[in-house]
């Protein structure tokens, strides 16, 4: 399905969205938001979809962040309440998404990215949070979801210099999952898909869901003895009893995600 600035592919229980503004290196602008903002609701409500993968077209970029060229032109900058590219402030998403990271992400779209529970990068992926430089600050998330992911001090390595980090320093840092070839990128992320699909997506959205919320506290102590909507679904749904009894029978679940 092609949007204007998006497409979208179904694969069974996968999506694949592609940000497609390659001439303005997949740079987003207000209208581009509100669309992926869109692609995203109907993702989440969609009980048929299990899993998501967001990357770039082209060869060179994966999303060069907010489109100034867009402003600079008179373009109108709206607030989307989902933030960058429908993403980057939906917190209640339990399903996963995967980045494929083709080739640069540059603030907003590294601020995507690190949305994203796990990124694949190629091989020519970069990497970098550069508002410093233009008197700008990485608002889409970025500054808290970074050192979350990477700690503290390295993450103001980044983010205190708007340096441009490569795909394999990305990896030794702790952001990137995988680093792969170019030509080897939505494969290998295909790849992680259908192997997360092989889990019960109730099991899925429960993990994603308690270890995401957890963070809200301090101790590992508190974050064990809240209540969480997601495990009453866990223990109440259909694959709770599928998963043991496939185990029992020595064959492949059925898995309903419900």
């Given at each position: 399905?092609?949007?204007?600035?998006?497409?979208?592919?179904?694969?069974?229980?996968?999506?694949?969205?592609?940000?497609?503004?390659?001439?303005?290196?997949?740079?987003?602008?207000?209208?581009?938001?509100?669309?992926?903002?869109?692609?995203?609701?109907?993702?989440?409500?969609?009980?048929?979809?299990?899993?998501?993968?967001?990357?770039?077209?082209?060869?060179?970029?994966?999303?060069?962040?907010?489109?100034?060229?867009?402003?600079?032109?008179?373009?109108?900058?709206?607030k989307?309440?989902?933030?960058?590219?429908?993403?980057?402030?939906?917190?209640?998403?339990?399903?996963?998404?995967?980045?494929?990271?083709?080739g640069?992400?540059?603030?907003?779209?590294?601020?995507?990215?690190?949305?994203?529970?796990?990124?694949?990068?190629?091989?020519?992926?970069?990497?970098?949070?550069?508002?410093?430089?233009?008197?700008?600050?990485?608002?889409?998330?970025?500054?808290?979801?970074?050192?979350?992911?990477?700690?503290?001090?390295?993450?103001?390595?980044?983010?205190?210099?708007?340096?441009?980090?490569?795909?394999?320093?990305?990896?030794?840092?702790?952001?990137?999952?995988?680093?792969?070839?170019?030509?080897?990128?939505?494969?290998?992320?295909?790849?992680?898909?259908?192997?997360?699909?092989e889990?019960?997506?109730?099991?899925?959205?429960?993990?994603?869901?308690?270890?995401?919320?957890?963070?809200?506290?301090?101790?590992?102590?508190?974050?064990?003895?809240?209540?969480?909507?997601?495990?009453?679904?866990?223990?109440?749904?259909?694959?709770?009893?599928?998963?043991?009894?496939?185990?029992?029978?020595?064959?492949?679940?059925?898995?309903?995600?419900?």
């Amino acid at each position: 399905m092609n949007y204007e600035y998006s497409k979208v592919e179904k694969d069974g229980k996968l999506w694949i969205i592609t940000l497609n503004r390659p001439e303005r290196m997949n740079a987003l602008h207000s209208p581009a938001h509100f669309e992926l903002e869109e692609i995203f609701n109907n993702f989440s409500n969609d009980s048929d979809a299990w899993v998501a993968i967001i990357t770039g077209s082209g060869d060179r970029a994966f999303c060069a962040g907010n489109d100034l060229r867009y402003q600079a032109e008179g373009g109108k900058l709206e607030k989307n309440p989902m933030g960058f590219a429908g993403l980057t402030s939906r917190f209640d998403l339990k399903k996963p998404v995967i980045a494929a990271v083709n080739g640069v992400a540059m603030g907003g779209g590294f601020e995507i990215a690190l949305a994203c529970d796990l990124i694949i990068a190629s091989e020519s992926a970069r990497f970098a949070l550069p508002e410093p430089k233009v008197g700008l600050a990485a608002l889409a998330g970025g500054m808290h979801r970074l050192p979350r992911q990477i700690g503290m001090k390295r993450a103001m390595g980044m983010m205190l210099t708007g340096r441009v980090v490569e795909a394999a320093e990305g990896l030794s840092l702790g952001f990137v999952n995988e680093v792969v070839k170019h030509e080897n990128l939505l494969e290998s992320s295909i790849g992680w898909a259908k192997s997360i699909m092989e889990c019960s997506p109730t099991s899925v959205r429960t993990t994603k869901d308690v270890a995401m919320s957890g963070l809200s506290f301090s101790s590992v102590e508190s974050a064990m003895e809240q209540k969480y909507d997601s495990v009453v679904e866990l223990f109440t749904g259909e694959d709770f009893i599928e998963g043991p009894l496939a185990f029992s029978e020595k064959r492949k679940p059925k898995w309903t995600g419900k």
